[in-house]
């Protein structure tokens, strides 16, 4: 199994400044993706961080606005730029280790 | 696109009562994981599921891969189980995709 520690668990930001989200894994993973929890809405995939290249986007997620990182199989981190009111949402870092999936505990942002 | 359907979509009980969240999802799968939110939006696994079933203390998971269909029981409900509970689909690429979710209050 992996653990996964997303840091922070929560964060009040002010609109137009960026917020980095981290995601440690306990062991070499394969498979990194960030997901957002809008309210009342599903969790919806944001992007597979690959490493040592470029992220894979979803449809309706662009770099400029979610740039993540991949320095390596066990680390990834998300960042919310230039934020705004509708980016307040519960974001989530998940790993897939063979055939499971896991699950950090996710970051609450509230932009203000 | 696989779609993952929940009901109910709120559920109410008195403690003590047995509590069944279903989960209807479109196409195939490799995997079928149940979650469990609560109000502070930590996310916590409860169950991963590719066929029959699991028990972990009161909580039970079943799936039917003929029927595409899953519940999750939860026998002598108490109010620290109140907490949004999540259904999601995995295909072999571990990409999730998620119901909305079940929001569950037990009442003492």
């Known amino acids: 199994s992996a653990v996964i520690s997303q840091k922070p668990s929560r964060d009040i930001c002010q609109r137009g400044t960026s917020l980095t989200i981290q995601c440690q894994v306990d062991?070499?993973?394969?498979?990194m993706f960030w997901y957002r929890q809008q309210p009342g809405q599903s969790l919806t995939l944001i992007a597979t961080a690959n490493q040592g290249s470029e992220a894979t986007y979803e449809s309706g997620f662009v770099i400029d606005k979610f740039p993540i990182s991949r320095p390596n199989l066990t680390f990834s981190t998300l960042t919310v730029s230039n934020m705004s009111p509708e980016d307040s949402s519960i974001y989530l870092c998940s790993v897939g280790d063979g055939w499971e999936a896991f699950f950090g505990q996710g970051t609450r942002l509230t932009v203000v | 696109k696989n779609e993952v359907e929940q009901s109910p979509q709120n559920l109410t009980a008195q403690e003590g009562e047995f509590i069944t969240i279903n989960c209807s999802y479109s196409v195939g799968i490799s995997a079928l994981h149940w979650l469990q939110q609560h109000p502070g939006g930590g996310i916590v696994s409860l169950f991963m599921l590719s066929s029959g079933k699991k028990k972990h203390g009161r909580l039970i998971a079943t799936i039917n891969i003929q029927e595409k269909h899953s519940s999750l029981h939860i026998t002598a409900s108490h109010p620290r189980d109140s907490a949004v509970y999540i259904c999601?689909?995995?295909?072999?690429?571990?990409?999730?995709?998620f119901g909305k979710g079940t929001l569950l209050t037990v009442n003492p």
């Open positions: 062991s070499q993973v394969t498979m």
């Open positions: 999601a689909v995995s295909l072999s690429n571990y990409k999730l995709t």
